[in-house]
T-cell receptor, first 111, second 112 residues
Framework: TQLLEQSPQFLSIQEGENLTVYCNSS?????LQWYRQEPGEGPVLLVT?????EVKKLKRLTFQFGDARKDSSLHITAAQPGDTGLYLC???????????FGKGTKLSVKP | DAGVTQSPTHLIKTRGQQVTLRCSPK?????VSWYQQALGQGPQFIFQ???????QRGNFPDRFSGHQFPNYSSELNVNALLLGDSALYLC???????????FGQGTRLTVV
């Protein structure tokens, strides 16, 4: 059983469209991180959210942490081909230092 | 400032063999974590090293072992390789108990 469920698994959209990726769990996380991974590379940290209800913006990307700290979303406005990649959410349980990853959402933005 | 570096980048091994993967953390980082990423999956936590000791371990068999050196670099050893061990092995470094991790580019291991 996957502790962190990401949806959708695959997403193919046209340049300029908006999209939202979801990350859900029945567990409460002390923090949650979003990473982007390109083929043949390691994941690159985009943002960390810590407080329930927190919203962070990174240019066209908006990240939200659920009030109960069990879920998170990533919204991309006016997607560009450069946004193409695998988006991974990763949670931290309690005081443990390891990251628990979802399976990822593979995003393809066509010009 | 060099980020996290891993070697080798690619490796092909035969079933039953042993393999050693290496990782140098980002400058200033003292904690190294290893993850296994199978094709189409998210990374799975193997173990974490801090102050040359294994601090945490994920759900991986004893065939997976590691080491951290005084300069904070680390090795991942896998014995008695199985076909199912084929994956991208990622090393991530961080500082102390900070959970924000910087990942290397990974080592692609293929077991034939």
């Amino acid at each position: 059983t996957q502790l962190l469920e990401q949806s959708p698994q695959f997403l193919s959209i046209q340049e300029g469209e908006n999209l939202t990726v979801y990350c859900n769990s029945s567990s409460v996380f002390s923090s949650l991180q979003w990473y982007r991974q390109e083929p043949g590379e390691g994941p690159v940290l985009l943002v960390t959210v810590v407080t329930g209800g927190e919203v962070k913006k990174l240019k066209r990307l908006t990240f939200q942490f659920g009030d109960a700290r069990k879920d998170s979303s990533l919204h991309i406005t006016a997607a560009q081909p450069g946004d193409t990649g695998l988006y991974l959410c990763a949670g931290v349980l309690g005081s443990q230092g390891n990251l628990i990853f979802g399976k990822g959402t593979k995003l393809s933005v066509k010009p | 400032d060099a980020g996290v570096t891993q070697s080798p980048t690619h490796l092909i091994k035969t079933r039953g063999q042993q393999v050693t993967l290496r990782c140098s953390p980002k400058s200033g980082h003292d904690t190294v974590s290893w993850y296994q990423q199978a094709l189409g999956q998210g990374p799975q936590f193997i173990f974490q090293y801090y102050e040359e000791e294994e601090r945490q371990r994920g759900n991986f068999p004893d065939r997976f072992s590691g080491h951290q050196f005084p300069n904070y670099s680390s090795e991942l050893n896998v014995n008695a390789l199985l076909l199912g061990d084929s994956a991208l092995y990622l090393c991530a470094s961080s500082f102390g108990h900070n959970t924000e991790a910087f990942f290397g580019q990974g080592t692609r291991l293929t077991v034939v």
